[in-house]
């Protein structure tokens, strides 16, 4: 079963608000993924957690912040979000970072989110 | 310059007909993987298929194969006998690096090829 589950599927949020996207796998992987993908473009990495700890952060703004409680779980909180941040917000996992057999990452049918 | 170049923006071809999707790629690191993903209207990235740059043969799942040319930096996604569920973006992706970098870490995405299949 490679299922990546991600809620909502859908947000709508204000510039002042502050919601939370939530990722969840249970196939064991110990990498996760957060990408953003505009409308027509391909996904861009943000930001990537091996064994719960951060280990890459693409330079993404604060108004982003990402959390990983436990190894299937993980988190993007979001907070005074702009208008350009709307996107589809991809949520991806894989076996281990360095792997090389078996490296493909599976994703999540993502979060549409608009920022009004 | 791009790391992952695939030159058809769009692709139509006939139900049951084969398809190629072409994808070309830039590196000059000696242990690289190279992915096929497919992205329907609805959001989700499926994983198609991967190659590894030491494989010595081409890759296939089901209906998906990999031609993989090492020495002209090429690996085109052949679908056989297209299926009307086969409409969708399918981006070409890479990663680099061996396992002790960082940079392994990264999955580089072309721009994608939006294929129509026609009943």
């Known amino acids: 079963d490679t299922e990546v589950t991600q809620t909502p599927k859908h947000l709508v949020m204000g510039m002042t608000n502050k919601k939370s996207l939530k990722c969840e796998q249970h196939?064991?992987?110990?990498?996760m993924y957060w990408y953003k993908q505009k409308a027509k473009k391909p996904p861009e990495l943000m930001f990537v957690y091996s064994y719960e700890k951060l280990s890459i952060n693409e330079s993404v703004p604060s108004r982003f912040s990402p959390e990983c409680p436990n190894s299937s779980l993980l988190n993007l909180h979001l907070h005074a979000l702009q208008p350009e941040d709307s996107a589809l917000y991809l949520c991806?996992?894989?076996?281990?970072?360095?792997?090389?057999?078996?490296?493909?990452?599976?994703f999540g049918a993502g979060t549409r989110l608009s920022v009004l | 310059a791009q790391k992952i170049t695939q030159t058809q923006p769009g692709m139509f071809v006939q139900e049951k007909e084969a398809v190629t999707l072409d994808c070309t790629y830039d590196?000059?690191?000696?242990?690289?993987?190279l992915f096929w993903y497919k992205q329907p209207s609805s959001g989700e990235m499926i994983f198609l298929i991967y190659?590894?740059?030491?494989?010595?043969q081409n890759a296939t799942e089901g209906r998906y194969s990999l031609n993989f040319q090492k020495a002209r930096k090429s690996a085109n996604l052949v679908i056989s006998a297209s299926q009307l569920g086969d409409s969708a973006m399918y981006f070409c992706?890479?990663?680099?690096?061996?396992?002790?970098?960082?940079?392994?870490?990264?999955?580089?995405f072309g721009k994608g090829t939006l294929l129509t299949v026609n009943p």
């Open positions: 196939m064991g992987h110990r990498a």
């Open positions: 190659q590894g740059s030491y494989d010595e």
């Open positions: 590196t000059s690191d000696q242990s690289y993987g």
């Open positions: 991806a996992s894989s076996l281990d970072v360095s792997r090389t057999h078996k490296p493909e990452q599976y």
């Open positions: 992706a890479m990663r680099e690096g061996t396992p002790l970098l960082r940079s392994n870490y990264k999955l580089t």
